[in-house]
């Protein structure tokens, strides 16, 4: 079994920043690729952006792009979501997804692995 585990919300000013981290951990699998995605109160999950593992390439939601970056780290099998300019329609709770295989980046139903979430509140 995979774990992710997302951390790193919490309450910000609009107009601020917060990074979210996402660690993964368990039997050995083969990473393709890690997403961020989030889901707003009575909204369905959004995609945000998702890097290669192989080579680090990011893609981003036209929603995000310029504010958001995604990074990762494969010493320690993490992935980062930097957000900046933080709006409050940005409050939401924000998950992390791991995917074994190809496929499209932008579909919930493509990830194999899903972290808890983290809750990012963003006041006006």
């Known amino acids: 079994q995979v774990q992710l585990v997302d951390t790193g919300g919490g309450l910000v000013q609009a107009g601020g920043s917060l990074r979210l981290s996402c660690a993964a951990s368990?039997?050995?699998?083969?990473?393709?690729?890690m997403g961020w995605f989030r889901e707003a109160p009575g909204k369905e999950r959004e995609f945000l952006g998702a890097?290669?593992?192989?080579?680090?390439?990011?893609s981003y939601a036209d929603s995000v792009k310029g504010r958001f970056t995604i990074s990762r780290d494969k010493s320690k099998i993490t992935v980062y979501l930097q957000m900046n300019s933080l709006k409050p329609e940005d409050t939401a709770v924000y998950y992390c997804?791991?995917?074994?295989?190809?496929?499209?980046?932008?579909?919930?139903?493509?990830?194999?692995?899903w972290g808890k979430g983290t809750l990012v509140t963003v006041s006006s």
């Open positions: 997804a791991a995917k074994a295989s190809g496929g499209d980046y932008k579909y919930v139903g493509s990830y194999d692995y």
């Open positions: 890097v290669s593992w192989s080579n680090g390439v990011p």
């Open positions: 368990g039997r050995s699998f083969s990473l393709y690729a």
